[in-house]
């Protein structure tokens, strides 16, 4: 079972280099008659100031989440509305340095997406044949209703398994296996289940699994973000091998269109999730949910006793859908989540322009592509988890999924827990402190107690 010593060694979250914002190290612990006080070191002081002063912030704030239905209710410009926090001069200028990193490297993302991505799906007659369809998804997203799209597969898979990669991680006191299985799904639209099934390397779902010796533990399933699946790198950079050593096993599950996932053709990792229409997008969502939820039933058929759910950018956004369609998880932590797909989009440049062109040109708006797309949104649909196993971790300098998106998140949720770290989406500046917090939510919660 795991660990619950909260001060043994292998509590202390790793810290980066970074986090220790260039001080000097700390001085040998010397015998005092009195407890000694710990001293915060610049970085610890600016995260705790900007988590502080952001939650205060958005605490006494109005809700920016609206009534339903949000797709026709949030404002058109919401892409603009400012990320704003009243930080002092020293954690403004981290905080905006690390927000203009973000916005150069999101531009380069969004320039590949728009070269790649976008021609195909705005293309008159595919986006009028993929236009076509929208009524469809539009009317299950009026029921608000998780189950009308997300129904609980009810087939069994044969789950295979593989070596794990050499950069992989690999533990001492366990053992690592990459997993596979053929997907059954089908599109929730019989209109497009032939076009959709002929991606053949997509009918394959994998995942990574960490397991130490002995019984089944609480496992922490975790999800990559857009173009960012190998396991190694989400390993490294979500610290999992820290998680691991608590006691927990780990899950890295691989969204569709990634990784192995991907056709052969494909340009990069993650091109066909976005690259076929609005229409396919949802359906490419449908199938993540579906074939995560075959995973738990794998778990669970091996006793696992706990089950619960992070990922990080898109993988936060799926999250936080599963969130509200799976009631077996023990938890959701959105890691630097996007709200809402459309809005988003229209954020990126050059992306968001050419996205707005296009609906233009076709007589549609941000509402309507909202609409369309709000089948597979966290925001249709209510959350059933009980608030108090809900965390929302966010970047005070994140560009690629601005705050806002994750305050709309916390609105909707009836404002969980929320953290804020003083880095952006890739730089996530001591980061050490918002793994202790989940891990003292994970605590809080029980899930260490199986």
């Not at 299950?140 to 087939?155: T, Y």
């Not at 990669?165 to 997907?183: C, N």
């Not at 909202?370 to 965390?391: D, G």
Request: aromatic fraction near 12%; charged fraction near 20%; proline fraction near 9%.
């Amino acid at each position: 079972m795991p660990s619950t010593a909260p001060d043994s060694d292998k509590m202390r979250a790793p810290v980066s280099p970074l986090s220790r914002g260039g001080c000097r190290p700390r001085p040998p612990a010397r015998i005092v008659r009195n407890p000694p006080v710990r001293t915060l070191y610049p970085m610890e002081q600016i995260a705790s100031r900007v988590s502080r002063v952001a939650n205060d912030t958005y605490g006494h704030s109005r809700r920016l989440m609206p009534e339903q239905p949000w797709w026709n209710n949030l404002d058109p410009s919401f892409h603009k509305f400012p990320d704003d926090f009243y930080l002092d001069l020293p954690s403004q200028l981290m905080v905006d340095g690390t927000a203009a990193i973000d916005i150069g490297m999101r531009t380069a993302l969004a320039t590949l997406a728009a070269s790649f991505a976008l021609p195909a799906t705005l293309w008159p007659a595919n986006y009028r044949e993929d236009r076509a369809q929208w009524d469809f998804y539009k009317a299950i997203a009026e029921r608000h209703d998780p189950a009308a799209f997300f129904p609980r597969p009810q087939q069994h898979v044969n789950v295979r398994h593989h070596k794990a990669g050499l950069l992989d991680y690999h533990p001492r006191d366990g053992r690592v296996e990459v997993l596979s299985f053929e997907s059954h799904f089908e599109t929730v639209n019989p209109a497009l289940r032939d076009k959709y099934a002929r991606f053949r390397r997509n009918r394959t779902a994998w995942a990574e699994h960490w397991r130490h010796e002995g019984d089944p533990r609480p496992t922490i399933c975790v999800i990559h973000g857009f173009v960012a699946d190998p396991y190694w790198v989400n390993s490294r950079f979500l610290a999992l091998p820290w998680f691991y050593k608590q006691g927990y096993d780990v899950l890295l599950y691989t969204l569709p269109f990634h990784g192995r996932r991907q056709e052969a053709t494909s340009p990069f990792s993650g091109h066909g999730y976005f690259s076929h229409g609005l229409s396919h997008l949802n359906e490419t969502v449908a199938h993540a949910v579906h074939d995560f939820r075959l995973f738990l039933d794998y778990l669970e058929g091996l006793g696992v006793p706990q089950m619960g759910v992070t990922g990080i950018s898109l993988g936060g956004y799926t999250s936080a859908l599963l969130a509200t369609v799976e009631e077996r998880l023990a938890f959701a932590v959105p890691n630097v989540p996007l709200a809402s797909i459309m809005d988003l989009i229209l954020q990126w440049f050059p992306a968001g322009p050419l996205m707005k062109a296009g609906l233009r040109l076709a007589g549609s708006d941000i509402r309507e592509a909202r609409h369309a797309t709000a089948v597979q949104c966290p925001l249709t649909y209510p959350v059933k988890l009980p608030k108090e196993r809900l965390l929302i971790v966010g970047g005070a300098g994140d560009r690629f999924a601005p705050p806002k998106h994750a305050r709309l998140l916390w609105d909707h949720w009836d404002r969980p827990r929320l953290h804020w770290f003083p880095g952006n989406h890739l730089i996530h500046l001591d980061q050490g402190k918002y793994l202790k917090e989940m891990a003292t939510f994970l605590k809080d919660i029980g899930f260490d107690r199986g």
